[in-house]
Structures are given as structure tokens and as C-alpha cells.
């Protein structure tokens, strides 16, 4: 019944998981790079564009609701669980039944969905009006069956991850990336940009098929002779459901504050809802890269484990290990989206109907976005420890008041502070996003403050936090002088020179510092360029 395999292979495991989720999603996010640049290239912050944004959020609230997070938080702790015992029927029963259940529930979503569509936009984005609102029905209506793949391949997902296999599910969106990309670009001379955003939209239909298509194989090899079935009267699928549902309340909680956000962005100058959708994919980079790959990498390991004779000691060092790590990679990324945010955006977007003033408009939302960016990041690992702890309610507690905060700050920070300190309206969406932070950093101290008291204190010492708040915020004033000395060079060369600057010296000073990860990562490097 117990993990008889040692404890330091496991850490080693979760740590090379890590790094494997990590690569994959490094990829899928540079893949999600190339296209939201070809997206931005093609509609900049127009009507179309902020059409095309709103649009792919509707088809996500679904999605959200019964993919990937959700699935790591109620599948993969029971799963894992029944894999570790070695309880392969059980297992493979039980996948088969949330597979049914999940295509069952995801089929009637998806064909209300399209029926519906004109209800929704009125309720998303009651701004729109017009041909804007038309083609946004439109799109939504395109879009909206590429959901029920995109659960079927987080069900991949859940299953992949739990046989320790990383790499091939957070790598996979890179195809769904890439048909994007290349449907717009055999599609480049159509004059219209709202006839290049439905192209765009069959694009994310195409990609989903082979995001799904890329991970069944290797799924259906792992559990041979699968079946469909809705025997929801099994022990561990009940234990699922259990899970599920106060999981499913706690994604639709946040993403009802996404929701708030375009509601509130679709009363802002026209462009708002798209910068918005530019920022987001600037910002999600750290949180995917090192709040995401890190926990998914921990939670089924923790999750085999539970249980075990002194678990939660064990769920201690790993959280504290994991936020050293998570510590060191996203504040420079806090200090370089306050900073340096035009340079970021610039680097990545600036071309063709995404100009400079689109790069300075995106950097005021970075700017806000950064103040959250560590508690979101962060309030991932701990969310993570209480799935693993089979307690999805805790979450969702802390979860609704973070958007009943989201709510009252974003209307305040968002359409009435701008008119209060007589700035223009488009400031409106920096407010957005700054409240959004604000209520993160409450629902992260509330996590932890619940998770201490079950597993003793969890954190990093608040000199080593001053240390690599140092090296960063140091770095990117550098950073922030050569800019002005590169002013009318290329925005590719211009944000190489400076972000490449401001990356080494961040590292350096930390090695000087002697910080941890810096000084693990040096070692690595020499022992692998200069071994005897």
C-alpha cells in the first residue's frame, strides 16, 4: 500500500518531471507566441481583433471548467493513486467512465453553446454593437466545437501525467499553434481583417483536432482495452465527482472574473479588449513556465504518496523547495514587465498593425498585471498541496473572494478611477489587472495561512526575497538606461540587447549573492561544458 521507492529517486523524478513539463510548455508558449504575433500582425488592436479576443473567451469558459486544471485537481490525485497500487483495472475502468462522463457533458455544452452564442456576447461584451457584434457571434459559433476536443485531449493529459509522462501532453498544443499560424498565413491577402479573424477561428478548430489527435495513441497504449461506461456507482469515481464539483465552482468562479474583465474592457476605446488578450499571453509566460510545470510535475507524485507515514512533512519540503524556485524565476519577470513592458511587448508583437503606441498600450496592463504575478503563480503550488490533500473546498473558498474583490476593485480601478484622476478611459484596462493582483495576493495569503496550519510553516526566508528583489529590480534599471540609448533601433534588436543584458546580470548578481538556484544552475552548467 505504500511507496516502497526512495525517497530521493522520487524527488529526482518530480524535479525531471518538472524540467520536462517545463520544456513542453516552453515550446507551446513560443508556439502560442508565433501565433498571437501573426494574430497582432494581421489585426492589431482593431475591431476585428477585439472581435476575435472576445470570441475565444466564451468557447474557454467551458473548456476551463472541464479541462485541464480541474482534472489535475479531481482525476489525477484518484488515478495516480489506483496506478501507484498497481490497481490497473480499477484504473482503467475508472478513466473510462470519466472519458464517457466527460464527452457526454462536454457534447451538450458545446451545442447550446452555438445556439446560444447571441445571449452570450450580450452578456460578455455588452459594448459591442453592430458588425463588431455580429462577427463576434459569428466567431464564437466557429470556434465553440473546438472545446469538446480540447477536454478530450486535458483527459490525455490527466492520464499522461499520471504515468509520469510530461513532455508529449504540454507539448502538444504547439500543432494546434501552429495550424493558426499557417491557415492566416495561406489566407494573407484577404483584404478584410474580419474575413482573416474567421480564418483565424477555423485555424483554432483545425489545431484542436490535432492537439487531440497528437496525444490519443500514446494515451490508448497506456491503458489497453478501454471502454466506454457511466458506472458512476464505483467507489473512486465517486470520490471524482466529489472532487470535481467544487472544482468546476472554483474554475467557473475565476473564470467569471475573466468574464468581469472583458465585460468591463468592452465599455473601453476600441483596442482595450485585444491588448488585454496580448498582455495575457505576455503574462501567462512565467506563470505557465515555472507556477505550472512545477506543480503539475508535484501533483501526482504527492498524490501517490498521500497516505504515506509522515506525509505532510514531506509536502512541506516539497512546497518550500518549489517556491524557492518558482521565487527565482518570476520576481525578475515582476521587475522587467514593470520596467521594461514595452520592450517585452514590442520584441514579441511589434509589427505591421501593431505599432509602438500598441507596445506602450500593452506595457500599462503589463505594469498592472505584474503587481499579482508572484501570488498567482505561487497560489498555484499551494492550490496544487490541497488537491493533493484530497480538499478542493479550501480552494474554492478562497477562490469567490478573490473575485468578488476582482469585481469591486476592477469596476472602481477600471471605468472610475481613470475619470476621477482625469486620465483617458484606455488607462482603464492597466486598472483592470491591477485589481485582479490585489484580490490574487489576498487569496495566496489566505492559502498559505490555511496550509501552515496543517503542515507547519511554508515560504523563503525574507533575506534571500531581498536579495533576488535586488538583483532584479538592479538588473532592469540597467536595463531601462540602454533602452534609452537604442532609441530607433529595430524592436527585435532594441529588446534582444536589453532583455539579453538584463537576464545575465540578473543571474549574476544573484550567483554573487550566493542564491541558491543561481549558484545549482552554475553548477550544472560547468559540470556540463567543462567536464573532464
Known amino acids: 500500500m505504500t511507496n516502497t521507492e526512495p525517497k530521493q529517486t522520487n524527488i529526482k523524478s518530480s524535479y525531471s518531471g518538472a524540467l520536462l513539463v517545463a520544456t513542453g510548455i516552453l515550446f507551446s508558449r513560443i508556439a502560442g507566441l508565433v501565433r498571437m504575433r501573426v494574430l497582432a500582425h494581421f489585426l492589431g488592436s482593431s475591431d476585428a481583433g477585439d472581435a476575435f479576443y472576445a470570441a475565444v473567451k466564451i468557447p474557454n469558459f467551458p473548456q476551463n471548467l472541464l479541462g485541464e486544471g480541474v482534472l489535475s485537481a479531481s482525476f489525477i490525485p484518484v488515478y495516480a493513486n489506483l496506478v501507484a497500487k498497481g490497481n490497473k483495472d480499477e484504473a482503467r475502468k475508472v478513466a473510462g467512465v470519466i472519458l464517457s462522463l466527460l464527452t457526454l457533458f462536454t457534447s451538450i455544452v458545446v451545442a447550446i453553446g452555438i445556439v446560444a452564442t447571441p445571449l452570450f456576447i450580450d452578456l460578455v461584451a455588452p459594448g459591442f454593437s453592430g458588425d463588431k457584434r455580429d462577427l463576434t457571434i459569428k466567431l464564437v459559433q466557429i470556434i465553440f466545437p473546438a472545446t469538446g476536443l480540447l477536454v478530450i485531449s486535458a483527459w490525455c493529459l490527466g492520464v499522461l501525467n499520471s504515468h509520469h ?69 464505483m467507489s473512486s469515481v465517486q470520490e471524482i465527482i466529489k472532487n470535481f464539483i467544487p472544482v468546476v465552482i472554483s474554475r467557473g468562479v475565476v473564470q467569471l472574473s475573466a468574464f468581469i474583465d472583458s465585460i468591463l474592457a468592452s465599455f473601453l476605446p476600441s483596442g482595450a479588449v485585444a491588448a488585454l488578450g496580448y498582455a495575457q499571453t505576455i503574462y501567462m509566460l512565467p506563470i505557465s513556465l515555472f507556477g505550472i510545470s512545477i506543480s503539475a510535475a508535484e501533483l501526482p507524485s504527492m498524490s501517490q504518496a498521500f497516505g504515506s507515514e509522515n506525509f505532510n512533512i514531506k509536502l512541506q519540503k516539497r512546497i518550500n523547495s518549489a517556491i524557492g524556485k518558482v521565487t527565482f524565476f518570476v520576481i525578475p ?62 480552494p474554492l473558498r478562497f477562490s469567490i473572494i478573490r473575485v468578488l474583490l476582482t469585481t469591486a476593485l476592477g469596476y472602481l480601478m477600471g471605468l472610475k478611477l481613470p475619470q476621477i484622476m482625469g486620465l483617458q478611459a484606455s488607462w482603464g484596462t492597466a486598472g483592470l489587472t491591477a485589481s485582479a493582483g490585489i484580490a490574487g495576493w489576498v487569496e495566496f495569503m489566505l492559502l498559505r495561512k490555511k496550509l501552515n496550519s496543517i503542515i507547519g510553516e511554508t515560504g523563503v526566508p525574507v533575506l534571500v526575497i531581498t536579495k533576488i528583489w535586488i538583483a532584479a529590480l538592479a538588473s532592469a534599471a540597467v536595463g531601462f538606461i540602454i533602452k534609452l540609448q537604442l532609441t530607433g533601433t529595430h524592436p527585435f534588436i532594441n529588446g534582444a540587447v536589453i532583455l539579453s543584458v538584463y537576464g545575465v546580470l540578473y543571474f549574476a548578481i544573484c550567483a554573487l549573492f550566493k542564491i541558491t538556484e543561481a549558484e545549482q544552475i552554475l553548477k550544472k552548467v560547468f559540470s556540463k561544458f567543462f567536464r573532464k
Open 165 to 233: 509522462k510530461f513532455f508529449l501532453p504540454y507539448v502538444a498544443p504547439v500543432v494546434s499553434n501552429a495550424a493558426v499560424v499557417l491557415v492566416l498565413i495561406f489566407f494573407r491577402h484577404e483584404t478584410s481583417q474580419s474575413q482573416l479573424a474567421v480564418y483565424a477561428a477555423w485555424g483554432l478548430v483545425l489545431g484542436a483536432l490535432l492537439q487531440l489527435a497528437s496525444q490519443l495513441p500514446t494515451t490508448l497504449k497506456l491503458v489497453p482495452h478501454l471502454r466506454l461506461s457511466l458506472a458512476t456507482k
Open 333 to 394: 519577470s515582476v521587475a522587467a514587465f514593470l520596467v521594461l513592458g514595452d520592450v517585452v511587448a514590442a520584441i514579441l508583437f511589434q509589427t505591421g498593425k501593431f505599432d509602438q503606441d500598441t507596445s506602450l498600450y500593452v506595457w500599462r496592463i503589463l505594469g498592472g498585471s505584474a503587481i499579482g504575478l508572484l501570488a498567482t503563480t505561487l497560489g498555484r503550488l499551494y492550490s496544487s498541496a490541497f488537491y493533493s490533500l484530497r480538499d478542493t473546498r479550501t
